[in-house]
């Protein structure tokens, strides 16, 4: 499910005030409505309003006082208002967008892991009938690829065998990164066309 930012109703009301200080529509030095007509312009509670104006005030845009209400001090602080949302609502959005992506990057490679499992099941039955091959094979003690890692070996490169998954210790890594080292005694996994078992063999113990 994505993740959805949207903005809060007390941000949106001191943004749209912002706007109207910055448009002239309200003048330096004028007065606004109290909270509770604001409340009622806006269709929103009182308390809703002061989180809205407490923005405004923090940013010097407005000032509060209790007898006098609430006085516009500044159009340039409301420019700088809006342009402080605009880099915040940015960056906001890059996370969510990143958020949604990581969601689809763990999905896609739970999904890899569970046919790369699937495939390691019934490797021996698509070997009978043909339909894919499936090997493995232990890397000896003095194997060259030892201490190396997939990428470094250019693993695909030199055998043209797909890597499914490593044995080690009794635990099955399914689907390694290229940054994972081989080891002693690891049994590596994979795939390939004819011939590839006897590539990879003379690649693991050149």
Do not use: C
Not at 55 to 74: F, P, Q, Y
Request: charged share 30%; glycine share 6%.
């Amino acid at each position: 499910m994505k993740r959805k930012y949207s903005t809060p109703k007390y941000l949106k009301i001191a943004l749209d005030i912002a706007y109207r200080i910055h448009n002239d529509d309200l003048k330096e030095g004028s007065k606004v409505s109290g909270r509770s007509t604001l409340g009622s312009n806006y269709n929103v509670s009182p308390e809703t309003i002061r989180r809205s104006i407490a923005l405004l005030k923090d940013m010097n845009v407005v000032k509060v006082t209790e007898k006098s209400g609430i006085l516009i001090l500044s159009k340039k602080q409301a420019y700088q208002f809006i342009q402080n949302f605009k880099m915040k609502d940015s960056i906001l959005k890059l996370k969510e967008e990143t958020d949604n992506l990581i969601l689809q990057k763990k999905s896609i490679e739970e999904n890899i892991e569970e046919n790369i499992k699937s495939i390691i099941e019934y490797s021996s039955q698509f070997r009978s009938i043909g339909l894919i091959h499936t090997f493995e094979l232990k890397i000896s003690e003095d194997s060259p690829i030892i201490g190396d890692t997939i990428a470094g070996t250019r693993f695909w490169q030199n055998t043209k065998a797909t890597i499914l998954g490593i044995k080690r210790n009794n635990e099955l890594i399914i689907s390694p990164g290229p940054h994972l080292d081989f080891r002693e005694n690891d049994i590596i996994l994979f795939v390939g066309a004819d011939g590839v078992l006897k590539s990879v063999e003379n690649f693991i113990n050149a």
